[in-house]
Structure formats: structure tokens, C-alpha cells
């Protein structure tokens, strides 16, 4: 019995060792995949509890598209906004929530991928427990970006209307 | 000595475990992480070896975006091939190149993000020894999505220049 604990131990050990080679290696429990360097923490006029975002596709007049990554920890979630040409989610790894307001809220997770049409309300995050990847993706960028709005209150993140 | 080979066989089965509930577990030595299902055999009259590609977003004329995944085993390469409106790749796994004519080969890899302009020929893969897992972006697509041209050639593949 003490050789297996010891051995679970030491498979446990192994398999973290794995995981902390990767660059960033993820606060969260559950050990999420992270493709790209974690950024900076997104301020707290625009997002609830501990977001990261780093730009990975500067906006130009010939591709006229923004691209970036969010980590959202578990709990974290964006503001209410919208986008003046819309916006496409892809998640890359974890679960969380997508809003788009009057629409019930979406549970999303690793490989799912998101539309969210111009000038819709929706906001964004990581699920109370998981925390998530999430790529987005905003184009024809010579309308706009984003607008940003009010917080998500705890009332409507665990609310599933 | 016979404990620590069977200690290490078991860390290594572990790990192999965890690896193995992902749903596309890759068959090159490195197993990539794959995000996406692996989707449909790229055609011979695009693809020199083995590539996969899967559709993520359709165009629509609101959002006229297009994204997919492509998931090059070691050694698969596009065709030399053109964008009207450009092409954004995002590398999510993996090691590759690409090559933009007239330009030195690029070798790319996890967390890459690459712009090619309109209309400029170019290809891109895998490496001889590590496949690669790329994310495309076609911006625009009102001016059309891709016009294929020729193959790569082993030579091509294999000069840096």
C-alpha cells in the first residue's frame, strides 16, 4: 500500500514535471494548455477578476483584422461590449461562458468556435471552476473595435437565462 | 535497478494515459496537441504527404472571415498557393516553415503568428521530423479565398533560400 502511494506520488510528480517545461504554466488547478506568452492583467474598468490578454495580430489597412489571446482564470469574465463588425471566438483550451444578451448563455470549451454578430451586447469568461484559452478574432477593424460597458454582475455570471 | 526501470515504465504509461483521452491523439513521435478534430485528408493536387484540414468558420457576408485548421504531418507541405486579401496563421502546435517567394524560409512553431500579404506567392508545412498545427485566418474573403499553384518540390522543401 505505501509502494503504491509512493508510486502515484511519484507519476504525479512526472507528469507535472511535463507540464511546467511550458513557458507559461497556468495558476489554475487544471493545469491549462497555453499556447502564447500569458500578456498583461486586462484592468478592471473592462474585466472581473484575473484576465490576461496579449495582442498576437495588430490591425492594418491591408488585412483589416485584430487577433489576440485572454486567459481568463476561474471566475474571470469580460464586460458587457460589443463589436462594431462583430467578433469570432476560438477556444483553445478550458470551459467557460459566452453571453450574448436576451440568448440563453453558451457553455464553451477547448475546440469550440464562436460568432458573435455586430453591435450585439454579449460579454465572456472562464467558468467558476476552469479557467479559459480563448483566441479572438475581430475583423474588418476599419469599423471599429470595441465598445466598452458595464460590468457583469455575479447575479447574471450565475444565471443561466 | 529493476524497481526504477518498472518505476519509470509506469510514469511513462501514466503520462501516455493522460495524453491518449484527448480525442485526436497525433501518430508522429511528438504527439501535438490537437485542439481541433483532425478533419479531412488535404487533397494530393494541394498537399505533398499527409496534411488534415478542418473547416472552423465559414465565410458569411457579415463577419467575411474564414478560419480553419490544418495539421501537417513531418514532412507535408501546401502547394506554392495565393491569397487575394492575405492570410493570417497562427501556430498552435508544433514546428514548421514557412516561404514566401523571393523571401528566406521561415521556420515557425508553437505560438507563432504570421501576416502574408495579398496575392503573394507562398507555402507552408511541417518539418522533415515534427508535424505542425496551424490555425489559418482569411480575412475578406468578398475578394476570393485561394488559388493554387503548383507543388513544392523536395528541392524547394529542403533550400533555405
Chains 1, 2 share one sequence.
Not at 7 to 19: D, E, F, R, S, Y
Not at 38 to 48: A, I, L, M
Not at 95 to 113: L, R, S, T
Request: aromatic share 8%; glycine share 8%.
Amino acid at each position: 500500500m505505501t509502494l503504491a502511494v509512493a508510486l502515484l506520488l511519484l507519476i504525479g510528480q512526472a507528469c507535472n514535471t511535463k507540464a511546467e517545461k511550458q513557458e507559461n504554466v497556468e495558476s489554475d488547478k487544471y493545469e491549462l494548455n497555453a499556447i502564447f506568452p500569458k500578456g498583461e492583467k486586462g484592468s478592471e474598468e473592462f474585466f472581473t477578476g484575473n484576465a490576461y490578454a496579449i495582442r498576437l495580430v495588430d490591425a492594418d489597412s491591408i488585412h483589416t483584422t485584430l487577433a489576440g489571446n485572454v486567459y481568463f482564470e476561474p471566475g474571470a469574465r469580460s464586460n458587457w461590449h460589443t463589436h462594431p463588425s462583430g467578433q469570432i471566438l476560438i477556444i483553445t483550451d478550458g470551459v467557460g461562458y459566452h453571453k450574448i444578451e436576451g440568448q440563453p448563455m453558451e457553455v464553451i470549451k477547448k475546440g469550440d468556435v464562436i460568432k458573435c454578430p455586430p453591435n450585439v451586447r454579449h460579454w465572456h469568461g472562464a467558468s467558476p471552476d476552469v479557467g479559459l484559452q480563448q483566441l479572438y478574432i475581430i475583423p474588418n477593424t476599419e469599423k471599429g473595435i470595441v465598445e466598452w460597458l458595464e460590468p457583469v454582475t455575479d447575479e447574471q455570471y450565475t444565471s443561466n437565462n
